[in-house]
């Protein structure tokens, strides 16, 4: 397969970065994100957001096959064309991938041009909850867009079932939040969801000389081995922690009792939130922002089994 500065020029493509579209040029760049993933004939990918092909010519050559969903119409006849040879193990759909039921496209018998499901309308921090088959066990890989970095970190959550893991490059700041700590200024919401349905592993940094053109910031690789939804919570306590996490977020200065207190949706007063604060080992003066994710979630618990007896 031709190089991307090749296939640039033979088919005068301007590439649109203000659009979030920064083309991985460094070959040996490309080699360095697929050895990362580790593709093999045993495996199925899905890509997202192949472009020029990137990294999708790569993995072929490894034997895996490759469901690429590529937004821009421009790059479709160019990457059926230059990939034409790998036959069924290819292929391409024009979508985009926040408005796309990944449940149909990755399912055998998938369509073309897949449509939006009511499940994909809801709020990513809502209940985290998808309809969908049985686990494929795809593996996931993307030179993830900077302006939608955050809502697709969200939708592969909410579908991973389908999904063993993902090798994912994105902006340093995004990847710094992923694996950011309790207390620091990149731990926040996005952290917490993305740990709760998968484990976030150390990758490498790219420099943007790497792209054509040259994004503004420095990116970074990350691996998320995501968690089986068996091992998690069931969909109205997914529901309950998430919106927890919300209100602990919602203003970082206050103390997390303090803002609970003024939320609603918990039903309990001061005295009722001290006492579980207490029965948890939690500061009065704690903030969200010093929680873990299994603090969370045991607060979650409790509060629920609160709430019913009321």
Known sequence: MPTQIELLKKHGFQIRGNMGQHLLI?????????DFLSPGPQDKI????????ALTGEILKRGAAVI??????????????????YGDKFKIIQADV???????????????SPKRSFAQ????????????????NFKVISNL???????????????????????????K????????????????????????GAEVGPGFDIPKSCFAP?????????????????DLLKPREEKFLFDLIRTGFAQRRKTFLNLLCQDPRTGLGREELLAVFKSLGFSEKVRGEELLLKDFMALAAKLKKRVQRE
Request: hydrophobic share 40%.
């Open 68 to 85: 690429a969903v590529e937004k821009d119409p421009r790059f479709i006849p160019v990457l059926r064309e230059e990939l034409s040879g």
């Open 121 to 136: 309308r809801s709020s990513p921090l809502g209940s985290l909850r998808m309809t969908h088959a049985s686990h494929s």
């Open 214 to 230: 040259a994004p503004e910031v420095d990116s970074s690789v990350l691996r998320l081995i995501f968690h089986s939804k068996t």
């Open 46 to 53: 899905l890509e997202i957001g192949p472009g020029l092909g």
């Open 98 to 112: 926040l408005e796309t039921d990944l449940s149909v496209i990755l399912r055998p018998e998938a369509e073309e």
């Open 26 to 34: 460094d070959p040996n760049m490309q080699r360095k994100i697929v």
């Open 173 to 196: 700041e995004v990847a710094q939040r992923l694996a950011a700590f309790p207390g620091t200024k990149h731990y926040g919401r996005l952290t917490l969801a993305v740990r709760y």
């Open 145 to 171: 867009p900077y302006y939608i970095t955050a809502p697709i970190l969200l939708k592969l959550v909410e579908a991973r079932e389908f999904f063993s893991e993902a090798v994912l490059t994105m902006q």
